[in-house]
């Protein structure tokens, strides 16, 4: 059953948010739908399967840095669009607080849009990649992709 990408987006954008492994989304197979569960919280989102973790049938949305999109992402775009501020960039996140300085660095030299439209880009790739390791059908606006 194909899931759309803004549902996957919203899942990664969860599972990312704790950036400890609190937040947890599955993904059933056979219906598209996507099972929400967070051990921060005392009551959940809603009723999971009794068989979320044993069945073949979910699949766990991976974290963004899973798929690669936290530092290699940043320096990669530092290369390409700052080049000369890399090594800048490389040493913010070698420390605490990486991300809201970068991101305090981007809005200084006016590059923020640049960035966002780039992650973003990144973002739907990587999990269209993913999708498509592990058989996933990506329902379109128009069309229904066999991914």
């Given amino acids: 059953m194909p899931v ?7 899942a990664l954008d969860f599972v990312s948010s704790d950036g400890g492994g609190m937040n947890e989304a599955f993904l059933c197979r056979q219906t598209g739908k996507i099972h929400w569960r967070s051990s921060d919280l005392d009551d959940q989102f809603e009723e999971l399967p009794d068989d979320l973790e044993e ?34 960039v ?4 070698g420390g605490r607080g990486a991300y809201r300085n970068f ?14 439209n780039f992650e973003a880009q990144a973002t739907e790739r990587a999990l269209r990649d993913w999708c498509k390791e592990h058989s996933i059908e990506i329902a379109n ?3 229904t992709l066999s991914i």
Wanted: no cysteine; glycine share 4%; aromatic share 12%.
């Fill in 141 to 143: 606006e128009n069309r």
């Fill in 103 to 116: 991101k305090m660095l981007l809005e200084e030299k006016g590059q923020l849009n640049e960035w966002n």
């Fill in 90 to 93: 490389y040493r913010i996140f």
């Fill in 4 to 10: 759309s990408m803004s549902d996957l987006l919203l």
């Fill in 55 to 88: 069945s073949d049938n979910y699949i766990a949305i991976p974290a963004k840095r899973q798929l690669d999109l936290g530092k290699p992402l940043v320096l990669a775009f530092a290369g390409e669009f700052m080049p000369n501020d890399y090594d800048k």
